[in-house]
């Protein structure tokens, strides 16, 4: 199965919060992880990223957890700020090259309160 | 920082009408990508083109879609008949080579009257 799901749905949080986004994934040739994130009428930027072979790592405010034995990863966002509010899409592929097309999740909406 | 640049930024047509997409992507990259984004639903794989060849296609990309790159630094996507269910919006994306990493573009809104 090439199915990658995200949960929550949509997450409210206030600022200086901790916003945690969960996703699965289904098809254990993936070896590929990003976080993208969208603002309104512009493209999926990356956000961070992970491969399988670290349980977690971190960039600044945002880390990513990952667990193969579960097949989920999760991105958490510390000390929320209104600026993170966006789309944030969980993504895998399998590997680097030509046919690394990324399978996207649902997405969710983020809204950090001041 | 380099970036993929898409024209235009929103395009309106008529059913049945031609419409070509155009992308730049980032100079010496690769790879190259569509997805599309119908409103409020997720991103999804149209294409991925490498070596003047399509590499792999969803089951989106019918006999009505088509790629190019026609001069070593457009990628263009082509419309040839369009429905009223195109009306989306469309992401080029490129990626480099050894690179996991994709890049994308800021869309093309296509609205299908």
């Known amino acids: 199965q090439q199915q990658v799901k995200q949960s929550p749905q949509s997450l409210i949080v206030q600022k200086g919060g901790i916003s945690i986004i969960n996703c699965a994934y289904e098809?254990?040739?993936?070896?590929?992880f990003p976080w993208y994130q969208q603002f309104p009428g512009k493209g999926p930027a990356l956000l961070i990223a992970i491969r399988p072979d670290v349980s977690e790592k971190k960039e600044g405010r945002f880390t990513i957890s990952f667990n193969k034995s579960a097949k989920q990863f999760s991105l958490h966002i510390m000390d929320s700020q209104p600026g993170d509010s966006a789309t944030y899409f969980c993504?895998?592929?399998?590997?680097?090259?030509?046919?690394?097309?990324?399978?996207f999740g649902k997405g969710i909406t983020l809204s950090v309160r001041p | 920082e380099p970036e993929v640049t898409q024209t235009p930024s929103h395009q309106v047509t008529q059913m049945g009408q031609e419409v070509i997409l155009r992308c730049v992507p980032i100079?010496?990259?690769?790879?190259f990508y569509w997805y599309r984004q119908i409103l409020g639903q997720k991103v999804e794989f149209l294409v991925s083109?490498?070596?003047?060849?399509?590499?792999?296609k969803s089951e989106i990309f019918d006999d009505q879609f088509s790629v190019e790159r026609p001069d070593g630094s457009n990628f263009t996507l082509k419309i040839r008949s369009t429905k009223l269910e195109d009306s989306a919006m469309y992401f080029c994306?490129?990626?480099?080579?050894?690179?996991?990493?994709?890049?994308f573009g800021p869309g093309t809104r296509l609205t299908v009257l």
């Open positions: 098809n254990t040739a993936f070896d590929y």
């Open positions: 994306a490129s990626k480099g080579r050894g690179s996991d990493t994709q890049y």
């Open positions: 100079s010496n990259h690769l790879y």
């Open positions: 083109f490498y070596n003047n060849e399509i590499s792999e």
């Open positions: 993504a895998a592929s399998t590997g680097a090259g030509a046919n690394s097309k990324l399978t």
